[in-house]
């Protein structure tokens, strides 16, 4: 399929500002680092609020009587459904409107949902505040992928996207260190309203300090702004058939979700498991275990950013061959973190899989991005969202839950561990996917197509 590029779309598909000889476009100025820092900021929010449940599973579980299986729904699957749907809606409202906005009262929105799940009596009112998070939390990514897009020229973004997915993990290893100190010395429920409280104000920050760009504005050569056309709305319906028609794209989505599955099904029940199979208190998960999401897990997915920007001009295929390789290598040391008799071995051994788990990240959103048009990308972005995230965060979670729920009767001592050596047949699955979509990376190199 061959469609004709424009002079923005071109330049945004090829991963560069212009053709050779044009002039060296300016790094990105003050204004783009700030805008980055705020975005990165709300993420990292963003995500806290997400894993705060799975962080404070323990407590929660001890005091509302919750099973594994329904801790994997609450955290996956019924969060999932929300956040899935709603963003798509969102992206396209967001697509046509002000995107600094449409995160702003998102981030409101899950904050205050977030406050909420402090105050829940019972399973029932804590599933309806996390749905509402979930809600909120639609609003969040999407928006954000577009915006740095409109403030990083192609060839800056995969770094500028890598150091924005510096959110999950700076998200997961504060809330483990703030969450399991507050959980330790006062309660969960308190831990849930601090951040959410937190939350509200940098919405309001946000709005009242950060620029709405010009959409395409930096897909264009630089010694030639007068090439610049504001791009024309993107037809909703269209959008979606372009996204899932596509092979490069289609299969992107396919290979991050399978990725995902593994992400957050580990993510979910990590602190669950290494507290009650492995032996950690509390107050060793709030040190040794945010030390290790925060430096394996931030460093890889700021490392596979780096590696997209360098690798990829000379060969496309590195958008999925660096997340093919990473899960390759992790299989070994994740048998080994789940195998380990006790906890200080098991950390020492996921070192490894925790960072070259999220591989994928920074080079899925940096493809996806540079693929379609700029009046695309908060679409584009969101339906990437919606094939990970359903998958991923909706039937990873739920289930490690269920399959452990289901050891529970012939391994009542190590029903997660168990649960989780299922986990690593879904890494073949994975890397297949990633094999494919490399292959028809090549195929649409060759053929000449771009967005």
């Known amino acids: 399929m061959n469609v004709p590029a424009d002079p923005i779309s071109a330049a945004g598909a090829g991963g560069s500002a212009g053709p050779p000889g044009h002039a060296r476009p300016a790094g990105p100025g003050a204004r783009a680092w700030f805008v980055l820092g705020m975005l990165c900021f709300v993420y990292v929010l963003n995500f806290l609020d997400r894993q705060l449940l799975s962080i404070l599973a323990k407590p929660i579980r001890d005091e509302l009587a919750l099973s594994h299986g329904q801790i994997g729904l609450i955290s996956g699957l019924y969060f999932a459904i929300f956040y899935c749907v709603i963003s798509i809606p969102v992206a396209w409202f967001a697509d046509r409107s002000n995107r600094v906005k449409v995160l702003s009262f998102a981030c409101a929105l ?81 831990a849930f309203i601090a951040v959410g409280a937190v939350g509200v104000v940098t919405a309001a920050i946000v709005w009242l300090t950060v620029r709405e760009p010009r959409r395409g504005g930096l897909d264009v050569p630089v010694d030639a702004p007068e090439a610049y056309v504001a791009p024309a709305k993107a037809p909703f319906l269209d959008t979606c058939r ?24 580990t993510a979910n029940f990590a602190t669950l498991f290494l507290i009650e199979e492995k032996g950690m208190t509390l107050e060793q998960i709030a040190i040794w275990y945010a030390l290790l999401i925060l430096i394996s897990m931030g460093g890889g997915i700021l490392l596979s950013g780096r590696l997209v920007d360098r690798l990829a001009p000379r060969d496309k295929r590195a958008y999925a061959l660096i997340p093919a390789i990473g ?35 920074s080079p899925a959103v940096a493809l996806v991005q ?29 289930y490690l839950g269920a399959a452990s729920d289901w050891f529970r009767a012939t391994n009542p001592d190590n029903p997660l561990q168990m649960a989780f050596y299922t986990l690593i ?3 073949a699955v994975a890397v297949l996917l990633f094999i494919a979509l490399a292959r028809a990376i090549r195929r649409e190199t060759q053929d000449g197509v771009v967005a």
């Open 110 to 190: 899950w904050s205050a949902a977030t406050a909420a799940c402090g105050f829940a009596a019972n399973y029932p009112q804590l599933a309806l505040a996390r749905m509402t998070v979930g809600i909120g939390e639609a609003g969040g990514v999407p928006p954000s992928y577009a915006i740095i897009s409109d403030y990083f020229r192609p060839g800056t973004r995969g770094t500028a996207l890598g150091l924005y997915n510096l959110g999950p993990p700076l998200g997961n290893a504060l809330g483990v260190a703030f969450g399991a100190s507050i959980a330790a010395a006062y309660s969960w429920r308190d």
């Open 242 to 265: 372009m996204f899932f028609k596509r092979p490069v794209l289609r299969l992107v989505a396919m290979a991050t979700a399978a990725n995902q599955f593994i992400t957050y099904a």
């Open 327 to 361: 899960l390759v290598v992790a299989v070994p040391f994740f048998a080994g973190f789940v195998w380990a008799p006790g906890w200080q071995l098991a950390m020492l051994l996921l070192i490894v899989p925790m960072a070259l788990n999220y591989f994928y990240l």
């Open 370 to 398: 540079e693929e379609v048009r700029p009046n695309e990308r908060v679409l584009a972005g969101a339906l990437l969202l919606l094939v990970m995230n359903l998958v991923g965060l909706g039937l990873g979670p739920t």
């Open 425 to 427: 047949p879904f890494y």
